[in-house]
């Protein structure tokens, strides 16, 4: 987790409509990493991912793989 990035690098999701509560935020680090925050509440610090695997999870996403996810 990291905490204290700046603000306005922050890109809202193309999916984040507002009305939803669902607000996805990402953003390049300094060291080339991909921070993925929550718009909401930046004070719980942001997941940071590759850039490789971030580009394969939304891949996933976008070929529908997340259809067949379960939460235990």
């Known amino acids: 987790m990291r905490y204290g990035l700046p603000n ?9 409509n507002g ?5 996805v935020e990402t953003q ?3 060291d080339g990493l991909i921070a ?3 718009s909401k ?3 719980q610090g942001a997941l940071v991912v590759p850039a490789g695997g971030w580009k394969v999870f939304i ?3 976008k070929a529908g ?3 067949t996810w379960h939460v235990a």
């Open 36 to 38: 993925i925050g929550d």
């Open 59 to 61: 891949a996933s996403l």
């Open 8 to 16: 306005e690098r922050w890109r809202k999701s193309s999916y984040s």
């Open 28 to 30: 390049l680090t300094e």
């Open 65 to 67: 793989a997340h259809t």
């Open 19 to 23: 009305g939803s509560g669902n607000c």
């Open 41 to 43: 509440d930046r004070s």
